[in-house]
């Protein structure tokens, strides 16, 4: 069984300590517009509306905009539990992929016939979002910067191939070198079209802005505590402020239970861990490189991303997914210096140039993992409710076109992207506890295994893809 990178070439653990010292648990990006971001009002008392949402990150955010531009006349209205992006939406790494599929391996594998398809709705799909930003002088610091895929491992190397793709360029050692400079690095793939980065509170806050601005009602600390309804009755959403009476509703939950008790098992909540270091000065970021300020992640199975921020802050997470016996969402699993720990030795492994850099944040977020690996749709009352979840940790880019199929269905219409086969169909749902806990926790440790013995998946892996339960990055 082969060592990784990271255990052969461990930093000192000073340098690790002294990285962590005075590091903040709480997120940079919301830190970052603390000051800037809006507030909106809590419900106050009962409301007709035509169109509700429920959810406030990004895939609510983009449904509102949809459908109030779509129905300027219409009353729509969006209920957010705490604070507008707080969640997911303002923890990830600000990486907005082209794939609404979780990447084309996995559509291959689930959908051969509407790979090219997917494909090229997922391309249109980041220019669309390109344009409504450019377009509405939103400041989300969008950058289309493209993504470079490392092998940190000499069989990751056999994996990269010449591709037909003019927009994919396959780098050797000296040449993924010349782009970030890491003796880690043994080669590389380049996607130019394939990823942008951005700023995610600011997307968020700015989507709110516009919504906002355009007529949409936004209230914040309103969480919804029952779903009610008929066919042909209006649907019911219960708070403790008041009730909200709607004809059509969209819920955009994300990780936290549905409302539809049906989609209950379909989604878990896995914990994904990051850290930010402060920015860097000009002698150390030279030593590094990176020019080109692309995204960054590597070819194992527990992969690390991570990006430059506008001062030239370096972004790192990902590695330890983390699953919690009971599938529950609790505050104190953000604060898992265990996780913290090993991101930061990693870093130290990657760019031992930078020894003595510190981490001035560290948070975790919660994703949406389905069995699938990327977002599926429901519905409920007809078709008067709509749902997407599972977005699986690459949901950014993949959200806003979520929000054109829940108005696509809310409107009736069939589209091209309605009749998908990844729309159409539902995953199958995780099992109960504690069944769930014994898979994912047995499904991480096989995922390592791999990692460490050249890539090679286990029957319990084979099984696994063979039954397109995912788990496959």
Not at 166 to 172: I, Q, R
Not at 358 to 365: E, M, S
Not at 444 to 471: E, I, M, P, Y
Request: overall charge negative.
């Amino acid at each position: 069984m082969e060592q990784t990178v990271f255990e052969t070439h461990r930093p000192a653990a000073r340098i690790v300590d002294e990285s962590l010292a005075e590091t903040k648990l709480g997120v940079y990006w919301t830190d970052d517009v603390a000051d800037s971001a809006p507030t909106y009002p809590e419900l106050d008392g009962d409301q007709q509306v035509d169109d509700a949402i429920v959810g406030g990150g990004y895939a609510g955010l983009w449904t509102a905009i949809k459908l109030k531009t779509e129905h300027p006349e219409r009353r729509v209205m969006l209920l957010e539990s705490v604070r507008i992006g707080w969640a997911a939406s303002s923890r990830n790494g600000g990486f907005c992929e082209a794939s609404i599929t979780h990447g084309e391996p996995n559509a291959e594998t689930r959908w051969p016939d509407e790979t090219g398809v997917l494909r090229r709705l997922g391309h249109e799909n980041l220019d669309a979002m390109e344009r409504f930003i450019t377009e509405n002088n939103l400041d989300a610091e969008f950058e289309r910067t493209g993504v470079l895929s490392v092998a940190n491992n000499p069989h990751q190397v056999d994996w990269i191939e010449e591709s037909n793709d003019p927009d994919v360029t396959a780098l050797n050692e000296e040449e993924v070198r010349q782009r970030i400079n890491s003796p880690t690095f043994l080669a590389g793939e380049f996607a130019s079209r394939e990823n942008a980065l951005l700023h995610p509170a600011k997307l968020a806050v700015e989507l709110a802005k516009h919504a906002a601005s355009i007529g949409v009602e936004i209230h914040e600390g309103t969480p919804v505590d029952r779903l009610d309804g008929a066919i042909d009755a209006p649907i019911r959403l219960e708070t403790s402020r008041g009730t909200v009476t709607a004809n059509r509703v969209a819920l955009c939950t994300n990780v936290f239970p549905s409302l539809l008790k049906r989609y209950r098992f379909h989604t878990v909540p896995v914990y994904d861990y990051v850290l930010m270091t402060e920015p860097l000065t000009d002698e150390q970021l030279a030593s590094i490189g990176w020019e080109g300020r692309e995204g960054l992640a590597d070819m194992a199975n527990q992969f690390h991303y991570s990006r430059l921020t506008k001062d030239n802050r370096i972004l790192w997470g990902g590695y330890d997914a983390v699953y919690h016996s009971g599938g529950r969402i609790k505050r104190e699993y953000e604060d898992r210096m265990e996780s913290h720990r090993k991101l930061a030795s990693h870093f130290f492994t990657t760019f031992p140039q930078l020894a003595g850099l510190k981490f001035t944040h560290r948070w975790a977020g919660v994703i949406d993992t389905s069995t699938r690996f990327c977002a599926f749709f429901g519905k409920a009352y007809g078709g008067r409710v709509q749902y997407v979840s599972g977005f699986t940790g690459l949901g950014v880019g993949a959200t806003h076109f979520a929000a054109d199929v829940i108005v696509d269905r809310l409107e009736g219409r069939v589209t091209e992207r309605t009749e998908l086969e990844m729309v159409r169909e539902v995953p199958l749902p995780f099992p109960p506890e504690p069944a769930a806990s014994i898979g994912i926790n047995l499904t991480r440790w096989a995922l390592d295994r791999a990692d460490h013995n050249r890539g090679k998946r286990n029957v319990l892996l084979k099984t696994l893809d063979a039954l397109g339960l995912g788990f496959d990055s």
